[in-house]
């Protein structure tokens, strides 16, 4: 059965009303545009208030569950795959630092099969650490800089600049911390303190020399520094190719909006 709806809707390109059209029986859309469809007669209609957004995408979530299961009171796949379909985002890409790490072939796939008997839409990033050597398969890979959740990092430049030399050209993302100034601020009374920006701007540097050096296809993840965002900006004046990403927490808000 084909079933229409009328709506406003929002595109790189254009925001203006529009009907679309799918089957019912696939779930795939058949027509787009002005159908000329009377809006009395069309299965869903949203008012000029509502912009209709295809589905999105999340590059940088962290599920938490893996085969140990000692983190699922975080976070589920059922859990985030949900929370994730019903704000409108259609696939996401977990990330890797679990109590068992996805390094090799044989842990990744054991976690992707378990996101899979939940029927989650998930794909996996592997972790990269001071052993591993890149999977049988292409997939992304994340490397943390610093100390994160679980024990999958680096404690100094040189063991990363030696796992790196391993990846050359493939997709690492990077959680740019310096190892060494969190390690001096790990006594500090907030963890905004504790995680102080100099580790970001440091490791950014850091982590773009490497993307260069090795020539990745580099993504240095959650800025939460102006001085950070500087350093990329200068790195790509300078040819270098990288994405950043940031979360809405750190775009809009900081300690001063904190109630005390």
């Not at 985002?89 to 630092?97: E, F, G, I, K, L």
């Not at 024990?151 to 911390?177: M, P």
């Not at 900081?254 to 005390?260: A, G, I, T």
Request: net charge negative; aromatic share 8%.
């Amino acid at each position: 059965m084909i079933k229409v709806l009328d709506a406003v809707c929002a595109t790189p390109d254009f925001v203006e009303r529009m009907q679309i059209a799918w089957d019912e029986s696939t779930g795939l859309i058949t027509e787009v545009g002005n159908l000329g469809i009377a809006a009395s007669k069309v299965d869903y209609f949203f008012d000029d208030d509502c912009l209709l957004f295809a589905g999105m995408g999340d590059v940088h979530i962290h599920a938490r569950e893996d085969v140990s299961g000692k983190n699922n009171y975080k976070e589920t796949f059922v859990t985030a795959s949900s929370a994730a379909i019903n704000g409108g985002v259609v696939h996401c890409c977990d990330m890797p630092n679990n109590p068992i790490a996805p390094i090799d072939d044989a842990t990744y796939r054991a976690k992707m099969n378990l996101a899979l008997e939940k029927a989650a839409s998930l794909f996996m990033y592997a972790g990269i650490g001071p052993t591993t050597n890149p999977l049988s398969k292409r997939v992304p890979y994340k490397a943390y800089m610093g100390p994160s959740v679980g024990d999958l990092f680096f404690k100094d430049h040189a063991s990363l600049d030696q796992a790196l030399s391993r990846y050359q050209g493939l997709d690492v993302s990077f959680h740019c911390e310096d190892p060494d100034i969190l390690e001096q601020h790990k006594h500090a009374a907030t963890h905004g303190l504790r995680r102080p920006a100099e580790a970001e701007v440091l490791a950014t540097h850091q982590a773009l020399e490497l993307i260069e050096k090795y020539q990745l296809i580099g993504k240095l993840c959650h800025y939460s520094s102006g001085e950070g965002i500087k350093t990329v900006r200068e790195f790509i004046k300078r040819g270098v190719k990288v994405e950043i990403n940031v979360t809405l927490q750190h775009l809009f808000f900081n300690e001063s909006s904190m109630l005390m």
